[in-house]
């Protein structure tokens, strides 16, 4: 039982030290990981392209699927 309770003793120390280098990181480089708004414009055009695609296609498909199926 002594042995598990340093073996998480050190897991926990080490989990706290992490995130304390992870906070004074984050306190020396503030804008870090920040989404410009230009990312997400890019992002929601490609995502709304693809879906105009995708249901272009389906609509093709759907109207042509009978004259399709002769082929």
């Not at 002594?2 to 280098?21: C, D, G, Q």
């Not at 503030?30 to 389906?58: E, K």
Request: charged share 20%; proline share 1%.
């Amino acid at each position: 039982m002594k042995y598990i309770a340093v073996r998480s003793y050190r897991a926990v120390r080490w989990l706290v030290t992490r995130m304390e280098e992870g906070l004074e990181d984050m306190r020396q480089h503030p804008d870090r990981g920040d989404i410009s708004i230009t990312t997400v414009i890019i992002w929601v055009a490609a995502v709304t392209g693809a879906l105009l695609i995708a249901g272009t296609i389906a609509v093709v498909i759907a109207k042509y699927n009978g004259n399709l199926s002769g082929i």
